[in-house]
């Protein structure tokens, strides 16, 4: 991938619209029993990640002029920040307080396996679209 002042532009721009919808989650989320701002975001960009990832990887879409920009922007910007592996890792220390390490595992597996389940959602209809 080409560095330049576009592109890192891009993954700047993608970066903070991620982070703007992740602190939105965050509000949405914090009436809950337990702390689960991160499972969305993360469902989301995993999905996002799959589907742009597959997307780019076909020949028109892998085009220099879109990759270049949009596909960093998607990616690393806007996937990248939406879900932070330091997010869930806060979310386990306080649902272990709140609840008990049990069910802070088990809370962990959960967004563990639906991520890669979006992951994979996104990969087979990123490669559906037709050209």
Do not use: C
Request: charged share 10%; aromatic share 16%; glycine share 8%.
């Amino acid at each position: 991938m080409n560095e330049t002042v576009p592109t890192f532009f891009a993954v700047a721009m993608g970066g903070a619209l991620g982070a703007m919808l992740r602190f939105r989650f965050r509000f949405l989320t914090q009436k809950l029993k337990y702390s689960a701002s991160s499972f969305v975001p993360n469902i989301i960009a995993s999905f996002l990640l799959g589907f742009v990832t597959a997307l780019f990887a076909d020949a028109f879409f892998a085009v220099q002029s879109w990759r270049a920009w949009f596909y960093p922007f998607l990616s690393i910007g806007v996937a990248g920040s939406l879900s932070t592996f330091s997010a869930l890792a806060l979310e386990m220390h306080e649902n272990t307080k709140k609840l008990d390490w049990q069910k802070s595992i088990g809370y962990a597996v959960i967004v563990l396996l639906s991520g890669l389940t979006a992951l994979f959602l996104g990969l087979y209809l990123g490669t559906s679209v037709p050209t």
